[in-house]
């Protein structure tokens, strides 16, 4: 037999190489550093070759190793290619789908989907992954999830950016505005604000990897502005009890940002919004893969 038969081994090869230290290549594959270690050592082992020199930054590819990643990655995508045929031929489509999800699951239609993939494609075993939005960005090109919900500006989806190794493939799914939203009984600050002023008032700030945040920067940079943070959150529930408590100002989708005015009476600016975009996205490479492509039908019937 072959000496070359552990597929795990390359795994961990080509996930060390893409993360660039074994820590990060565990938390991607959910295995223990020590096993992902003992991985690459084995594979070093049986090429007789060194794969990886460690730097101060962590650990970084060797010529002979580099030279060995492309083959490594062909084999892997060759053996998944072999799987898929397989169900293709046994007439059903199996196996799992890992999505990246992110806000309220109504919003994004989420039970929807999950429904019409469960009615159609039983077999197909669903894995989610919630968090906010550059989230999902992030796991993709690290492979921890297939595909995944994104929000950003109209003119900044990541199918429009360059990405030589990893093009990323986006489906835009709805087009909506983002309202500012203040406490109730800071009208006469904040109803007819421009952004300058708008600035300058308490804001309740979200991570970096948050639409909110990606949005407003654009925004603020624009207008030659600083935002005033006063407190971080990461959830929007969180967000919304915040202004309702007199905190401060958020964004907030137009649908949300006039419920919460009907029902609590808090503040909606009148002269300013910031358009978005709800998108679906995965890697090209994924697109014609049978389960992913089936999503992708069924999103459309979704939506």
């Given amino acids: 037999m072959d000496r070359f038969s552990n597929l795990n081994n390359l795994l961990a090869f080509v996930t060390v190489a893409r993360e660039g230290s074994v820590s990060r290549a565990a938390e991607v594959l959910n295995l223990t550093q020590p096993a992902i270690s003992h991985q690459i050592k084995r594979l070093a082992e049986e090429t007789d070759l060194s794969l990886f020199t460690r730097t101060t930054t962590g650990l970084q590819v060797t010529p002979d190793g580099a030279a060995m990643l492309a083959k490594a990655e062909k084999v892997l995508d060759a053996m998944s290619d072999f799987h898929r045929s397989a169900r293709q031929r046994s007439g059903q489509l199996s196996g799992t789908l890992r999505i990246g999800t992110i806000v309220d699951p109504e919003f994004i239609r989420l039970g929807h989907l999950l429904a019409k993939l469960r009615q159609d494609h039983a077999a197909i075993e669903t894995h989610l992954l919630h968090g906010v939005s550059g989230n999902t960005l992030n ?51 904040a109803e007819h604000a421009d952004w300058k002023q708008l600035a300058a008032l308490p804001w309740i700030g979200t991570p970096e990897l948050s639409v909110h945040h990606r949005l407003l920067n654009r925004v603020f940079e624009a207008h030659g502005c600083t935002q005033n943070i006063v407190a971080q959150v990461d959830q929007e529930a969180s967000m919304l009890a915040m202004v309702r408590s007199g905190i401060g100002l958020s964004l907030c989708r137009d649908s949300i940002a006039l419920h919460q005015k009907q029902s609590f009476g808090i503040v909606v600016c009148a002269t300013v919004s910031v358009p978005a975009s709800l998108s679906f996205i995965t890697l090209e490479r994924n697109v014609e893969r049978p389960i992913m492509a089936e999503t992708l039908n069924l999103l459309q019937q979704v939506w």
């Fill in 139 to 189: 796991w993709l090109k690290r492979g921890q999830i297939d595909a995944g919900f994104y929000l950003s500006a109209p003119d900044d989806l990541p199918d429009s950016h360059t990405d030589n190794e990893l093009p990323i493939h986006a489906v835009r799914l709805a087009d909506f505005n983002y309202r500012v939203i203040a406490p109730s009984g800071w009208g006469t600050q």
